[in-house]
Structure formats: C-alpha cells, structure tokens
C-alpha cells in the first residue's frame, strides 16, 4: 500500500487531485438551478425531476462494490480517469438538447461516470492522510465540493436568468468544467501500492455498516434539497435559491475542516452528534420559511450541521477500515451516500403529489435526528469507539 507516512500532506499531488475535485463537483452542481427547468421545458412534471435525480445516483451506485472490490488491482487513479470521462463525454451530447427519454440515457451514463469518480478521489485522499491527522485531511479535501457548491448553483442560475433559459450555453459550461477535471486528475500522481499484500474479493465492508447508515440519514435530506429546493423557491417566490446553496457552501467550508481537526482530538461522536442535531433544526427552519431572510438563516444552520456531522462521521469510517479494505469501505460508505439522495429525491418526488413543502421539510427533520438515539445507546454500550 502506499509507502512511508508522513505528517505533511499539503503537496502538489493534494492540490491538483482537490483541483480535479473541485471542477467535478462544479460541473456536476451548475445542473442544479437548470435540470429540474429543463425537464418541465421538456413536458416531464415534478416526478419525472425525482426520477432523474435517482437514476443519475443509482446509476453511479449499481458498479461501485465491484469498483471497490477491484480498486488495488486496476489503480485509484485509472479509475478516476474512466469516471471523468464518461460524464464528460454524455455532457456534450446535452448540447444536441435532447429529448425526456434521451435525457434519462444521458444522465443515465453520467451517473456511471460520477460513480468510479467518487469512489477513485475518497480513495486517493485516504491513501494520502497521515492517520494522525485523518480528520483534518478529510475535512480539508471536504472543502472541493461546498465550494463548487457555493459558486456553481448561483452562477447557473443567474446565467439561465440572463440568458433567457439558453440550454446549449449552460451545458456547455458543464462540460467544460468536466474536462478541465479530467485535465488535473492526469496530473495525479498515485502512491505505490505493495502487491503482496492479499485481498479478499468483498463486496460489502460491515466494519463501515454504522458511519454508513448515519450517512443515508443525512443525504436522504440533501436530496430533496437538490432536486426540489428551486421549485420550493418558485412555489413561495423566494428568489435566492442560488445564495441559499452559496451560504450552506460557505459555512460548510468553514466548519468541515474545523469539524474534522476537532473530531481527531475529541473523538467523533462528540462532534456528529450535535451536528446531526444542528441539521435536523435547519430543516424546521426550511419548512417554515416564506422569506429570503429566514431560508439564508437555514442555510448558515444547516452547514455547520452537515458540515460537523459528514467530517467526522467519514473519519469514523477511515478509522474503522485497514489500508487494504479502502476501496471496498469506500464503496460502501459512499454508496450509502449516495442511497440516501436516490431514495430522498425518489420519494419527495412521488411524496410532492400529496403533501405540501412544508410537510416535506419536516419530514427531512424527522429523518435527520432518528439515528441519534440510537447511536447514543450504542454509545453507552461501547458499540462506538
């Protein structure tokens, strides 16, 4: 596995896989404000945004235990190669603007694509943290995707505004932000791997089974963020979706890394628990917000929660998991992530024809804080270390 440790980490090789993560994410959010638009500009409802959302991340789930199970044997960095590419290439059929049913093919291989590129860049980072200062490497490479977050959404939606809903020109943005991805993700360098180190052919890593059940929790929520926050916005004519997901960005950038330096010292419990607390409050506050005011306010709560809450519980799963395990704790960890939002924008998307927003948010509360009592009971039965 790769060779002699060293406290330091901030390197060329970090920063151009953060730069690779980084242009991903941001071609991966510009879709945020644009998709659920374009698909009603293409005669699909409010449902079909749901469907797509899932089969874009089931898509990118359905591959990856067997991706981490062969990890060490085709190479981190092939694999986070194979995934840029195949979302760059079907983002450049989106400039042929492309029929309902064309487009779930599309976002079908992208998915794909997303998948291999997630699972390949939490490797890498794993592989490069000093196990001391696991937490703080995480949080710090936690920092790529709120940033793209922060600008991306605001951006796009600003852009399909000026532009008078201009298709071609916004995914042609996505899909220079996937190629410039692929451009530093060449330049990553992958630490030496030893070969007679054996691995068995898993599938599954139970040894992640707790940190990856917390996680459904949590993105089961962001899910219905994603996909129907825009149309939240539209429906109580509150414009600043866009800022919304800039300010949650934001604070996450901040809290992440902090989060994560604080769960190394403290331990990671003590600093998921209040924030899966934090997140759940947000979510109230969504529910109930009529103003710009009061959805921005929801937006600074809820990324010091989720921002506290996914540092360190993703340190929990590193800690949980030998060098040769990554790949396959990774998958399953990430899978479990990714779970969380097909499941989250499947069902809001169905639940949206029966309730209101409101009733939906609350709901995301509800989910957010059901595993902490069940996680301080394990606590107490020394079940979490």
């Known amino acids: ?39 009603l500009d293409t005669g699909g409802g409010e449902t079909a945004v749901g469907m797509l959302m899932g089969l874009f991340t089931f898509c990118s789930i359905i591959l990856r235990p067997l991706q981490g199970r062969n990890i060490n044997r085709s190479g981190r960095k092939k694999l986070l190669i194979i995934g840029i590419v195949l979302y760059a290439a079907a983002g450049i059929a989106l400039l042929f603007l492309p029929s309902l049913p064309m487009l779930f093919i599309i976002r079908a291989v992208q998915g794909f694509g997303w998948g291999a590129f997630l699972l390949s ?42 532009t008078s809903g201009n298709y071609v020109v916004l995914f042609m943005v996505t899909s220079m932000g996937a190629l410039l991805a692929l451009l530093f993700g060449s330049l990553v360098r992958e630490p030496e791997m030893q070969e007679a180190v054996a691995e068995k052919p898993l599938l599954f890593s139970r040894k992640v089974l707790v940190p990856s059940l917390i996680i459904f929790c949590m993105t089961f929520n962001l899910g219905a963020i994603l996909t129907f926050l825009p149309l939240f916005g539209e429906n109580r004519e509150i414009y600043a979706v866009g800022y919304f997901f800039t300010i949650f960005a934001l604070t996450t950038v901040i809290s992440r890394p902090l989060a994560g330096k604080l769960s190394d010292r403290f331990g ?32 600074i709560i809820l990324g010091i ?22 790949g396959v704790g990774m998958a ?11 499941v989250g924008s499947v069902v809001f998307g169905v639940l949206l024809s029966w309730f209101d927003f409101t009733a939906i948010f609350i709901l995301c509360a509800l989910v957010m804080v059901f595993p902490v009592a069940g996680l301080l009971v394990m606590r107490k039965t020394q079940i979490l270390h």
């Not at 519980?313 to 990554?326: G, H, N």
């Open 268 to 299: 990671r419990p003590k600093v998921y628990l209040p924030g899966l607390m934090i997140a759940a409050a947000a979510m109230i506050l969504i529910a109930f917000s009529y103003s710009a005011r009061e959805l921005l306010l929801s937006a």
């Open 1 to 39: 596995m790769p060779g002699k440790s060293s406290d330091k980490f901030l390197n060329i090789n970090f920063m151009v896989l953060f730069g690779s993560v980084f242009l991903m994410f941001t071609a991966v959010d510009f879709f945020i404000p644009v998709l659920p638009f374009y698909v």
């Open 332 to 342: 399953t960890f990430t899978t479990a992530f990714d779970l969380g939002i097909v």
């Open 121 to 162: 860049f939490n490797t890498l980072t794993l592989d490069l943290a000093p196990p001391a200062k696991r937490g703080e490497v995480l949080g710090i490479m936690g920092i790529a995707p709120p940033i793209s977050l922060a600008l991306a959404p605001l951006i796009s939606e600003h852009m399909r505004i000026a």
């Open 305 to 326: 929660g989720f921002g506290s809450a996914h540092s360190s519980v993703m340190a929990l799963a590193a800690d949980r998991l030998p060098v040769v395990e990554r």
